[in-house]
């Protein structure tokens, strides 16, 4: 267990190196990065803010009424996005879900943070995550949802990565479940009412008796969460499953209580349920603000709402029923922008203009900066810029963004990069470079690589660099150097056995000479 003491002086593992934390005042003295008339003074700057950052499950980004969607209804997030501001370039980390919410925790993307795939590789002791930061800035940190950074005994588990509490699933294929017999409640398992016969290792299945709806306890528990803290400053980070499917049930994955508003729909009975259950959670959310509200807490508190990844083709579900990706090409699993471009909301009353929009490119690595500035501390290394100038409206005359950089594992490997409007994509990661300007063609429909060779030469490079090798993700080359390390290790001769001398390659994590940890 990781032990942090709020002093003037902080200190953090990282990677075997340490990584200084200092603690700024709040907000006005993170000027070693702003204007120091970033924000008017008055007696906010007694309390530090709160941060609620909500994430949704495999939505899309054509799937909220503020960002085009006609047939869902989500009136409480349209409101947020009235009263606060909307983005149109955000993406999350990845098209899958873990190395999303690693890259998210982490503040690195997935060329260097730790889980680049969905497999059940957990965080490790020296990874610092977004809530360690903020424990050191004296807030409290609360998780409710889905976890899937770390399984049982494992160092990821949330309460040894920052957290102060925790509950609901700890690995996502349980998270499928949406009715399962337990969930986690910081480290022990808390019982429910819900019967799932022949119930999976880790509680993934179909259940037969359904009486608690894990979403509503999410809620309830955030609201709670809400009510106990409302004293002191907090980071609640509610990542809700909605509206990802229960792959174990397969064409009827889309559970969900009740078909509300969309029970007489002449539609599939997929869709009724899909859309049943991103009106659910915008409910819930509404009932969120309502409780800081009636805390006194509205103002004080920042509000992000996002999702994990690109609409899927499950459990039922197809996204152009709802037209859920839009003019984006792709969807979950591809690094094209329907698979990494999401909405993003951010709602702070008397500091974010309302209904302001932005076209500003930022992504999950964003986040870590951005709440540690907001709390008046100095992150450690991270792939991110803070979105604070943004958010507060003094970000007009800023310089071209860095660029982003993702890499994937599934269906073979793939990369992709943006710079400014220039958008590059890779398959496999070493192969042809497709080359798409955003600013003329959002949808990605004209590779246009050959007319622009210095910038996919530029695009190249910038992806090479971006890669750090990895024990549990290879690229092409890397497997091919693997395989031949193998064939050419020494053979140890035993009396009762042969055997090929380990690969240190899958020995301990490999550091690249820039690596971040």
Known sequence: MKKHSINRMNTIKNGGRKSRLMLLPPLL??????????????????????????LADDLGYNDLGSYGQKRIQTPNLDRMAREGMRFTQFYCGSPVCAPSRSVLMTGLHTGHT????????????????????????????????????????????????????????????HAHNYYPTFLLRNEERVKLRNVVPNEGKVGQGVASKKLDYTH???????????????????????????????NEAKAKGMEVPDLGIYADRDWPESEKAFAAMITRMDRDIGRLMDRLKRNGIDDDTLVLFTSDNGPHREGGHNPDFFDS?????????DLYEGGIRVPMIARWPGRIRAGSVTDRIGYFADIMPTAAQIAGVKPPKNDGESLLPTLLGKDRKRQPTRPLYWEFYEGGTSQAAR??????????????????????????????????PSIVKKLAAYMDRAH?????????????NAGRSRRSAPTITTRRMTKTAPDATHAAPIRAKNAYF
């Open 216 to 246: 509503d306890l999410f809620t309830n528990e955030a609201l709670d969460y809400v009510d106990r803290n409302r004293e002191k400053p907090f980071f609640l980070y509610l990542a809700y499953t909605i509206p990802h499917t229960n």
């Open 29 to 54: 003295a993170a000027s070693a990065c702003l204007p120091v008339n970033l924000v008017a003074a008055k007696d906010r700057d007694t309390r530090k803010p709160n941060i609620i950052f909500i």
């Open 114 to 173: 730790t889980v680049r795939g969905n497999a059940r590789v957990p965080l490790r002791p020296q990874d610092v995550t977004v809530a360690e930061v903020m424990k050191t800035a004296g807030y409290a940190t609360g998780l409710v949802g889905k976890w899937g950074l770390g399984d049982e005994g494992t160092p990821g588990v949330p309460t040894k990565q920052g957290f102060d509490s925790f509950y609901g699933y700890l690995n996502q294929t």
């Open 325 to 333: 990706n839009g003019i984006l090409r792709g969807i979950k699993r």
């Open 468 to 480: 750090t090798p990895s024990p549990h993700w290879k690229t092409p080359d890397e497997q091919l």
């Open 419 to 452: 710079m400014d409007r220039w958008k590059a994509v890779r398959k496999p990661i070493g192969g042809p470079v497709e080359l798409y300007d955003l600013s003329a063609d959002p949808g990605e429909t004209r590779n246009i690589a050959e007319r622009n």
